[in-house]
């Protein structure tokens, strides 16, 4: 994708949610790249990250991050954290 270019991180995830409730699913969050900051079992950390492109910011996220709780490996509770500014957010109304 980036055709040799020095991207660092090498990996991650580009996350976003949707509201499947709407007749017409509605996107609630722009993609964020994200990586995996823990997993418990019953819960995923993913950390907004900061992409850089030759040593030079290209994206920055870091202000950014969420928690999946997992019952039995399905999400039950997504918290959507704002860590610049102190809120964190809580989804816990999932259906399928």
């Given amino acids: 994708m980036f055709n040799g ?4 991180p090498k990996e991650g995830f580009l996350v976003t949610m949707w509201n499947m409730d709407m007749p017409v699913p ?3 969050m722009q993609p964020k790249l994200m990586v995996m900051s823990a997993d418990t079992g019953d819960k995923i950390l993913l950390r ?3 992409l850089q492109a030759m040593g030079v910011v290209a994206y920055d996220n870091k202000d950014y991050g969420i928690t999946l709780h997992l019952k039995n490996r399905d999400v039950v509770k997504c918290v959507l954290h704002m860590y610049d500014r102190g809120v964190d957010i809580e989804y816990d109304e999932f259906t399928r």
């Fill in 48 to 50: 907004g990250i900061q």
């Fill in 5 to 8: 270019l020095d991207v660092t």
């Fill in 26 to 28: 509605t996107q609630q």
